[in-house]
């Protein structure tokens, strides 16, 4: 009888003991308070989630963002040749002002 006694108090302390660590991690009313008011509400998910791009949406801007590369790589190129064009043609510009220049200084002795 003893035994069996001194097993039921074994076992009542080893609940005890677990009780105090089940209240050591439970969370108290104001941490639950502080929780419910930074968690977002289902109405607010649900805005969220219809604001939300899909992965097609995704995929589609992916799609338009290399398209746009691509183009500007074409008009940088374009750019390229147009500015050595101008180039080209600032240069007989000049030569043909020198031209001009000298049939003038010749044409005036």
Avoid: P, Y
């Avoid at 240069?91 to 002795?109: G, V």
């Amino acid at each position: 009888m003893e035994h069996m006694l001194q097993r039921i108090l074994d076992k009542l302390e080893k609940m005890g003991t677990e009780l105090e660590e089940v209240k050591a991690n439970m969370a108290t009313k104001q941490e639950l308070e502080e929780i419910k008011a930074n968690m977002a509400t289902k109405q607010e998910l649900e805005e969220i989630k219809a604001n939300m791009a899909t992965k097609q949406d995704l995929a589609l801007v992916q799609q338009a963002v290399l398209e746009t590369n691509e183009i500007v790589k074409k008009l940088e190129s374009k750019i390229d040749n147009h500015e050595q064009l101008l180039t080209l043609l600032s240069h007989r510009s000049l030569e043909h002002e020198a031209s001009i220049s000298s049939i003038r200084f010749i044409l005036t002795k």
